[in-house]
């Protein structure tokens, strides 16, 4: 079992940035990849950046390349997304998952989540 808790949303003006992160526990956090997800009222949840569980390979969604990172801290036991330049498209719920059994950029291959922060980009 793994258990996430996401923290750092807010409101933020366009241009902006926000740095999320989401603190693990349970099983050894290096053993498993992490992802950001995001969900905008009336849309489905969406990919947002995945982190292998070394760290070394990062995948990031178009809509967000340049502008957000995905790091962690294994040490910490934490996952970071860093956002910078943001947009009012880029407000949602945003939630961190663990552990996908495949593809990292379906939300359905995930076996943890955790409860969602809200961003809020205001124009």
């Known amino acids: 079992q793994v258990q996430l808790v996401e923290s750092g949303g807010g409101v933020v003006q366009a241009g902006g940035s926000l740095r999320l992160s989401c603190a693990a526990s349970g099983r050894t956090f290096n053993s498993y990849a992490m992802g950001w997800f995001r969900q905008a009222p009336g849309k489905e949840r969406e990919f947002v950046a995945a982190v292998m569980a070394t760290g070394d390979n990062i995948y990031n969604a178009h809509s967000v390349k340049g502008r957000f990172t995905i790091s962690r801290d294994n040490a910490k036991n934490t996952v970071y997304l860093q956002m910078n330049s943001l947009k009012p498209e880029d407000t949602a719920v945003y939630y961190c998952?663990?552990?996908?059994?495949?593809?990292?950029?379906?939300?359905?291959?995930?076996?943890?989540w955790g409860q969602g922060t809200q961003v809020t980009v205001s124009s």
């Open positions: 998952a663990a552990d996908p059994r495949g593809s990292y950029g379906d939300p359905g291959e995930y076996r943890y």
